[in-house]
């Protein structure tokens, strides 16, 4: 599926360019995205609730992260 290619671009494109970890910011409720990132490496690593209105109802945040290698000398600044 598109999403999955899409996503494993994202993530190559970031470890290519030295970036440290990739986060997302997806509805609680949407298992099928969870899962998606999840499947590629993501955690799960905190939620915002009611932070969204949509369709009547509020909507929670989840927040996944996948660590990468990341610069081999990062630097501050």
Do not use: M, Y
Request: overall charge negative.
């Amino acid at each position: 599926p598109i999403c999955r290619k899409l996503l494993e671009r994202i993530v190559r494109e970031a470890a290519e360019r030295g970036i440290h970890a990739v986060v997302g910011a997806i509805d609680a409720d949407n298992e099928a995205s969870l899962a998606l990132h999840e499947s590629l490496g993501f955690e799960r690593v905190g939620s915002l609730p009611q932070v969204g209105f949509k369709f009547g109802r509020w909507l929670d945040l989840a927040l996944v992260q996948l660590k990468l290698v990341g610069p081999e000398t990062p630097i501050d600044g």
